[in-house]
């Protein structure tokens, strides 16, 4: 499965990504996010991932402040990210806050994923760095979870392990999709589906 959809999103046009990232941006009062100054936890985009750089770009216009995550001996954690801020390579491909930007908890996250399906359950890249950081995160308090992708990467069920979490929502170009408990789950967002 993984190799089937990360074919399907590398497949996609440089036209098409640009536009999928920019209609991100229209989409901003669907997420339903609290009120500015909420804290939201974005990510920087590797390999073929839909580009969230404008959509981060639009939410600290709207004043919210964004984080990044930063993977470490002990897994996900958070650092507050001000734009023009420098950025440092980090494992993955990915770039991150340095050690000096302040480590912080966001009670949003947008997360990344290689596929979803209609129940919220996404398939990562096998790491478990969101879902362990999802259920340290809920621990503190409400966490919203929304992942970001290409429609394409929408798939008819995505297999799950004791360990994953499901989202709150997933954003696309195509619109948001918002998830329902499942029957005997105690929370949607950190009970596998």
Not at 155 to 183: C, K, N, Q
Request: aromatic share 6%.
């Amino acid at each position: 499965m993984r190799a089937e959809v990360a074919a399907r999103r590398a497949a996609l046009s440089p036209a098409e990504r640009e536009a999928a990232a920019n209609t991100l941006i229209d989409q901003i009062p669907d997420l339903d996010f609290p009120r500015p100054p909420s804290l939201v936890a974005g990510f920087w985009p590797i390999r073929d991932e839909i580009d969230i750089r404008p959509l981060m770009a639009a939410l600290r216009a709207g004043g919210h402040r964004i984080a990044l995550p930063v993977v470490g001996k002990d897994g996900l954690t958070f650092r507050e990210w001000e734009d023009g801020e420098t950025l440092v390579p980090a494992p993955f491909g990915t770039s991150e806050p340095g050690p000096d930007a302040a480590v912080c908890d966001p009670p949003i996250l947008l997360v990344p994923l290689l596929a979803f399906d209609r129940e919220g359950r996404r398939l990562g890249y096998g790491k478990g760095h969101y879902d362990g950081a999802i259920e340290r995160l809920s621990a503190l308090g409400p966490v919203q979870t929304v992942g970001v992708a290409f429609a394409t990467q929408e798939v008819d069920e995505v297999p799950v392990e004791a360990h994953d979490r499901r989202l709150d929502a997933v954003l696309t170009e195509a619109g948001l999709l918002r998830f329902t408990p499942l029957s005997g789950d105690v929370d949607a967002r950190s009970v596998p589906g």
